[in-house]
């Protein structure tokens, strides 16, 4: 069975599981087709990371990537090191363009790995504390090392991926400046991790785990996390107005001020965790 994945003009977030369809043959062919999309968001950008590396990388199979028709955005892409960071063997429809210039709103795709995910970590921290106020900076880059430290030595996975980026338009509403993170791998998933700590989880369904994680305190590793990860991000989350998403396993939960929505959804390896911050300068 080969994987389709279509995207429609935006590739965000919200309209990601929409995009994919399974093929009934036996090729095992990932295909991605970005040739109708306008705009792909850093969540979609680190979910086809990790869904492209996972089947060429770990299964060896074959992937093809279909680039956008648009220029700017297969430049964006480039900016990001999307194409930088796909699998070797990935077999394009034209030559991706090569770029030189990082703009400093964007922080670019880096791949989490035992060898230099700490320094992946160190620049995304870097790249968020001076859009912080300073008395809410040091809590919410300390969650943030945390979830991405977890990435990296706990949740067994080889492949992991972290970006940011920082807007200045409003957007559905969302207040300009608007600020986006996102850190995902392919490892063992929020689930199967608390199971470590306490085997009744497992009776859970993924987006139960999910919910269970965002609490204060929740943790695999007592004496190692504090368990003030996600549940950090999402206290900053509701406090500058932004929106939450944890994809895990079969799960997904949304929360935006005060709202939760609980989904289950297509399987995928890992987890990916995505935290916007509307306005971060000022609370709303």
């Given at each position: 069975?080969?994987?389709?994945?279509?995207?429609?003009?935006?590739?965000?977030?919200?309209?990601?599981?929409?995009?994919?369809?399974?093929?009934?043959?036996?090729?095992?062919?990932?295909?991605?087709?970005?040739?109708?999309?306008?705009?792909?968001?850093?969540?979609?950008?680190?979910?086809?990371?990790?869904?492209?590396?996972?089947?060429?990388?770990?299964?060896?199979?074959?992937?093809?990537?279909?680039?956008?028709?648009?220029?700017?955005?297969?430049?964006?892409?480039?900016?990001?090191?999307?194409?930088?960071?796909?699998?070797?063997?990935?077999?394009?429809?034209?030559?991706?363009?090569?770029?030189?210039?990082?703009?400093?709103?964007?922080?670019?795709?880096?791949?989490?790995?035992?060898?230099?995910?700490?320094?992946?970590?160190?620049?995304?921290?870097?790249?968020?504390?001076?859009?912080?106020?300073?008395?809410?900076?040091?809590?919410?880059?300390?969650?943030?090392?945390?979830?991405?430290?977890?990435?990296?030595?706990?949740?067994?996975?080889?492949?992991?991926?972290?970006?940011?980026?920082?807007?200045?338009?409003?957007?559905?509403?969302?207040?300009?400046p608007r600020l986006h993170l996102v850190v995902g791998d392919a490892g063992?998933?929020?689930?199967?991790?608390?199971k470590i700590g306490d085997a009744e989880v497992g009776q859970l369904t993924?987006?139960?785990?999910?919910?269970?994680?965002?609490?204060?305190?929740?943790?695999?590793?007592?004496?190692?996390?504090s368990g003030v990860g996600l549940s950090t991000v999402r206290e900053y989350?509701?406090?500058?107005?932004?929106?939450?998403?944890?994809?895990?396993?079969?799960?997904?939960?949304?929360?935006?001020?005060?709202?939760?929505?609980?989904?289950?959804?297509?399987?995928?390896?890992?987890?990916?965790?995505?935290?916007?911050?509307?306005?971060?300068?000022?609370?709303?």
């Amino acid at each position: 069975m080969s994987i389709l994945i279509k995207s429609p003009g935006n590739l965000n977030q919200e309209t990601f599981e929409g995009a994919a369809t399974f093929v009934a043959d036996r090729s095992e062919l990932l295909v991605v087709d970005l040739r109708s999309c306008i705009f792909a968001d850093i969540y979609a950008m680190v979910t086809l990371l990790t869904i492209t590396t996972l089947r060429a990388e770990r299964l060896g199979h074959p992937v093809r990537l279909r680039l956008p028709n648009s220029r700017s955005t297969t430049t964006y892409l480039a900016r990001m090191r999307f194409f930088q960071l796909l699998p070797e063997g990935v077999q394009y429809d034209r030559e991706p363009p090569t770029v030189t210039e990082f703009p400093a709103h964007l922080l670019e795709l880096s791949r989490l790995n035992i060898q230099d995910g700490e320094r992946a970590i160190d620049k995304l921290c870097e790249f968020v504390a001076p859009q912080l106020p300073v008395r809410f900076r040091e809590g919410f880059v300390v969650a943030v090392a945390e979830i991405g430290s977890n990435v990296i030595f706990h949740s067994q996975a080889d492949i992991g991926f972290t970006a940011g980026q920082r807007y200045e338009r409003n957007y559905r509403g969302r207040l300009a400046p608007r600020l986006h993170l996102v850190v995902g791998d392919a490892g063992i998933g929020i689930k199967e991790s608390l199971k470590i700590g306490d085997a009744e989880v497992g009776q859970l369904t993924d987006k139960e785990a999910i919910a269970i994680a965002l609490q204060p305190g929740t943790t695999s590793k007592p004496g190692v996390h504090s368990g003030v990860g996600l549940s950090t991000v999402r206290e900053y989350a509701d406090t500058f107005g932004g929106v939450l998403r944890i994809r895990s396993g079969y799960g997904s939960v949304m929360e935006r001020q005060g709202l939760i929505v609980k989904r289950d959804v297509p399987g995928l390896p890992g987890t990916i965790v995505s935290v916007e911050l509307c306005s971060p300068g000022r609370r709303r």
